[in-house]
């Protein structure tokens, strides 16, 4: 495995954007190749079985074309589902990421947290498992957000829709009394400003990425496998059918300091 080659992330859309952010500023010098697999988003409401096969399609798509060193998968949702299949199949390191319950059980004061997710995520038996361990000492209370995720792929992230819809998603929250909540569905980091206003900032809110990015420089180092390169240089590829991604794109990215390719020709 060669050191020069990059390192694949994807999800179900744009949201893992999030993740990249996260992991460019960490390891700027390390090359990203990111798969948002827009078409079929929101995955959270899909089967099992469709996740796992968009999740070998993508990375065999990676690896013949980018041959990469390393896969981020930068969705909640597909972890879920995928990570172990991809395990039995592909023999380079594989890092997933789960909504953040361990350091919100220890952020939260008054044992209440609340959980911000997908259908699919909340229902699969990885994150029933995840609180299962926690529950005895914190009462854990989710919310799907359903509809959030396609709102976000058509770049709403400050729109009334998104607002609203947040809100119905909030209010039970805060009649619960939580004092943390976790975003985990990494398309939800793009709206964390408007949790937090809703919340008046009086609330922890915990996301995954900056986690991702540490676990992934981890991996490198046992691995050795850190580029060598000064700096990275970063592909992005939508199949969105949306001919404004390009924009939506890099609006979410905002002010954003590295350089990438966009491609919308893959599928
Ligand atoms: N961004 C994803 C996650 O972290 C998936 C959202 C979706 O497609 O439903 O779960």
Redesign the pocket.
């Known amino acids: 495995m060669n050191k020069s080659f990059p390192i694949g992330i994807f ?3 744009v ?2 954007l999030s993740v990249l952010q996260r992991i460019n500023s960490k390891l700027p010098n390390e090359s990203l190749v990111y798969v948002a697999d827009s078409i079929n ?5 899909k089967d099992d079985s469709f996740i796992i096969d968009r999740s070998i399609s993508i990375v065999d798509f990676l690896v013949a074309n980018h041959q990469i060193k390393l896969l981020v998968i ?5 972890t879920a589902s995928s990570i172990g299949k991809l395990r039995e199949i592909y023999d380079f390191p594989i890092i997933g ?1 789960e909504p953040a319950i361990k350091p919100a059980n220890e952020a939260s004061k008054s044992k209440k947290v609340g959980i911000l ?2 259908e ?2 909340i229902n699969s038996s990885k994150f029933s498992a995840l609180l299962d361990s926690y529950s005895g000492e914190t009462q854990f209370f989710t919310q799907p957000c359903i509809g959030l ?1 396609e709102l976000i792929e058509r770049g709403q992230i400050d729109s009334h829709e998104v607002i609203s819809l947040l809100k119905k998603n909030l209010i039970p929250l805060l009649e619960h009394n939580v004092d943390v909540v976790v975003l ?5 980091i793009f709206i964390k400003k408007i949790v937090e206003n809703f919340f008046n900032s009086e609330i922890t809110i915990i996301e995954t990425g900056d986690a991702v990015a540490m676990q992934t420089q981890r991996v490198l180092k046992e691995f050795n496998l850190e580029s060598d390169n000064l700096i990275g240089h970063h592909t992005i590829y939508s199949n969105s059918k949306n001919s404004n991604m390009n924009s939506i794109v890099s609006s979410l990215l905002g002010d954003y300091d590295f350089l990438y390719d966009f491609q919308s020709n893959w599928c």
């Open positions: 999800d179900s859309g949201g893992g988003a929101p995955y959270g409401t930068a969705c909640n949702t597909a990421m997710a997908t699919g995520t995720v985990g569905c990494t398309h939800y």
